[in-house]
């Protein structure tokens, strides 16, 4: 049983930036595909980064060349580092987790895949 909790939301500029983080406990990371999703207001919740177990990593379009996954598998936490924000980055950001050996990462972007979801934490981007 893994539990997620995310944390470092809050309020940035349009241009900041901003790193979330996401601690693990109950379990190593190092064995499951990890990734961030988010949701604005009023829209679907969609991916955002993903990341394999073996370190490769995916990004949406919308954010790729501005966010970083990433995760210390000694802390047990995965990292969100985010630059460049914009308005449209504003959402409640939640990571989740699979076991690696129960998803196929092609399916990263698809929240279905995932069994662990932490709370959730809001990242509001001011214009």
């Known amino acids: 049983l893994l539990n997620l909790v995310e944390s470092g939301g809050g309020s940035a500029q349009s241009g900041g930036s901003q790193r979330l983080s996401c601690t693990a406990s109950g379990s190593r990371v190092s064995r499951y595909n990890m990734a961030w999703f988010r949701q604005a207001p009023g829209k679907e919740r969609e991916a955002v980064a993903g990341i394999h177990s073996d370190g490769t990593t995916k990004y949406a379009d919308s954010v790729k060349g501005r966010f970083t996954v990433s995760q210390d598998n000694a802390k047990n936490i995965l990292y969100l580092d985010m630059t460049s924000l914009k308005s449209e980055d504003t959402a409640i950001y939640f990571c989740?987790?699979?076991?690696?050996?129960?998803?196929?990462?092609?399916?990263?972007?698809?929240?279905?895949?995932?069994?662990?979801w932490g709370q959730g934490t809001q990242v509001t981007v001011a214009s």
């Open positions: 989740a987790a699979v076991l690696t050996l129960d998803t196929d990462f092609r399916n990263w972007a698809d929240d279905y895949e995932y069994t662990y």
